[in-house]
């Protein structure tokens, strides 16, 4: 037996804002909210819901973003255009270019979300893992 990964949770300034945002970078879906004593938090997903083999994102109220550089974060691939056109749709949905000190070499793009967190743009994946 091992482990998947079930969720990946985002401490944010407006789990509305970047909820909106990565629904529409991943073609995912609002799939609850929970109210604690400390702020809200959103789920989103899959269309199909929890428990399939993508993992869900939790988007939490959590103050103001860190300063400092993140550990992890989210690479995405395109789905069913190339990696121009995906950079042009995710841009006009309010992504911007993130310099971490590329070379311009690189066969990504790095981007950032609307809160500062950084991702990167791979090509489409050919045969998917």
């Not at 950079?87 to 990504?108: F, H, V």
């Amino acid at each position: 037996m091992a482990c998947r990964i079930g969720e990946l949770v985002l401490d944010c300034h407006d789990p509305e804002a970047l909820a909106r945002f990565w629904c529409e970078v991943l073609d995912f879906v609002e799939l609850g909210r929970e109210q604690g004593e400390e702020g809200y938090a959103i789920e989103i997903g899959p269309r199909e819901g929890f428990g399939g083999p993508q993992a869900t994102i939790v988007l939490r109220s959590g103050g103001e973003p860190s300063r400092e550089k993140s550990r992890v974060h989210i690479d995405v691939n395109p789905t069913d255009r190339d990696q121009r056109a995906e950079l042009e749709r995710l841009l006009e949905l309010g992504a911007r270019p993130a310099d971490i000190g590329q070379t311009g070499q690189e066969q990504w793009e790095v981007l950032a979300d609307p809160e500062g967190n950084e991702f990167c743009l791979l090509r489409a994946r050919l045969n998917p893992l």
